[in-house]
């Protein structure tokens, strides 16, 4: 049994990430429908849709054999998760930071630039663009 499922999957996608993420909401949000389906029918029976929806995606994608297509969308996921990591991990930094220091964004090229508290209304230069601007500290 085990080698006709490994001989059908040859050329086929497999198992990836957005997969893995695609089965477990899935499972969730059917666990959730099930659970408060006494409670409230109609938000169960649009978890139940949408549960059997991300199932049927997920093994669709699992056994696609368009390998190009689904890497890429695999890709585009990883880069929105890294992207949310990133910027968790930037807010985290500048509450930390933001005792000592007060962040402004730059009018022209949008960079954020650091500067000390208390220093009263100072000119900022951009340092990626070179832009001047004034604002209290």
Known sequence: MREKFARFMIGRYGQDELNRVLSITGLIALIVSIVIVRLVPLLSS???IIAVA????CYYRMFSRDIAR???E???YLNFRYSLAV???RSAQMAAQSKDFKFFKCPKCGVLNRIPRGKGKIEITCPRCGEKFIRKS
């Open 46 to 48: 649009i978890l139940w």
């Open 54 to 57: 991300l199932i049927i995606m």
């Open 70 to 72: 689904r890497s890429a």
């Open 74 to 76: 695999n890709q585009k």
């Open 87 to 89: 910027k968790k991990q």
